[in-house]
């Protein structure tokens, strides 16, 4: 059998290695040190828009600290994009809040403005405002920022701007990750750029990224003894892991190109498939295409094209169930148009790393064009 293609696997670029040999040779393994603070400055220089960012354990992490200092508690609501990943939702019962979930619209697979708006008119007639919106920049598309923020700002509702998938991404020329009240990016083993784990909290505001500091390391005040007055977490990025992602930052403008080269080449190659559509970028979007992904005539379809990849030994996932299918949120309010569903049926993740070859990228064009008799 040939060798297993992976959907999105983590891609060195050979300078991280020098950075984690500098940690242990200076013996910063601890959760502070010179690459913790250089990787935030690098991914500072990199966003830009005043940004100042706080290298954390994860991008679940980081979610959930941009919560804890947008005070949402216990028995609040927020809003969040039902077509995500749980890590999404996740930290809002962590604070012991609601997630009321919002559909897609078409153009971007994104949180819907309209269905946003109507959402928050009817928790508002519920007597019940929304604390928080998390709007997620889907597979490196951004979201309609524009609509988005102009609605959250009419009713003075902030922002977390999920960018776990969207680093290198942007709207209008500004980069994805500047756009929240608080922004989070992930460096997970299968993201655009990899810290094996980890995150980041990015913010306009110097004092808040202090405060997402103080929290993420226990919370302990500046006193000579262990002395506490908040519930602090164990959430701070170690100096190790830091320079991974120093490494990483070097070659993002390369990996971004790789993914996009992965997508146009798709594109290119399956077009002629009347049973294949491909996701295009609205004018004034610019995404990473952190993830390929497809959309097929049925269900039946797109299952039957999963199965046939992975007889080729060919990784690929359908697009990412909607929360609101999730059984672990059946109780949460939902406003549906019906988009995400139709995208969870229809819609196939195809293999999308930076580090795949032109031989793999062959193999998994020609196992569809098999499948469909192209």
Not at 31 to 37: F, K, Q, R, T
Not at 351 to 357: A, E, F, I, V, Y
Request: negative net charge; aromatic residues 10%; proline residues 4%.
């Amino acid at each position: 059998m040939d060798s297993k293609i992976w959907l999105s696997s983590p891609h060195m670029g050979g300078k991280e290695q020098s950075y984690v040999n500098n940690a242990f040779e200076t013996n910063w393994i601890a959760p502070l040190g010179p690459h913790v603070n250089g990787f935030e400055s690098d991914l500072q220089n990199y966003l830009k828009e005043d940004s100042h960012v706080a290298v954390l354990s994860s991008g679940t992490a980081a979610l959930h600290l941009a919560l804890i200092l947008l005070n949402v508690k216990e028995g609040d609501e927020v809003i969040c994009q039902s077509k995500t990943f749980s890590a999404s939702a996740n930290p809002i019962v962590y604070q012991g809040a609601t997630p009321i979930f919002v559909d897609s619209e078409a153009d971007t697979w994104n949180m819907c403005p309209e269905t946003l708006e109507i959402a928050i008119q009817d928790r508002i007639k519920k007597g019940k405002k929304p604390k928080a919106i998390i709007a997620v920049h889907l597979y490196g598309m951004p979201y309609k920022a524009d609509e988005i923020h102009n609605i959250a700002k009419n009713f003075n509702i902030p922002v977390i701007e999920d960018s776990a998938e969207a680093l290198g991404s942007s709207y209008k020329n500004q980069k994805c990750g500047t756009f929240g009240d608080i922004a989070i990016l992930s460096f997970n083993g299968n993201k655009i750029i990899t810290t094996s784990g980890g995150g980041a909290l990015v913010t306009k505001n110097e004092s808040i990224k202090q405060k997402a500091v103080f929290l993420s390391t226990q919370a302990r005040d500046n006193a000579v003894e262990y002395l506490h007055s908040s519930i602090g977490y164990n959430y701070r990025l170690s100096n190790v892991l830091a320079g991974i992602g120093r490494g990483q930052m070097e070659v993002l403008d390369d990996r971004v190109e790789a993914r996009r080269y992965n997508f146009e080449t798709y594109k290119t190659q399956l077009s002629a498939i009347d049973e294949i559509s491909f996701l295009n970028e609205p004018e004034g979007f610019y995404s990473n295409r952190w993830l390929s992904c497809i959309l097929t005539p049925s269900e039946t379809i797109r299952e039957g094209l999963r199965l046939k990849l992975l007889e080729y030994n060919i990784e690929s996932r359908p697009l990412w169930k909607p929360m609101h299918q999730q059984p672990v949120f059946k109780s949460c309010p939902s406003y549906l148009n019906g988009v995400s569903d139709d995208l969870f049926k229809k819609g196939l993740c195809l293999p999308s790393g930076s580090n795949l070859t032109e031989n793999e990228l062959n193999r998994v064009i020609s196992a569809i064009k098999t499948y469909f008799r192209a």
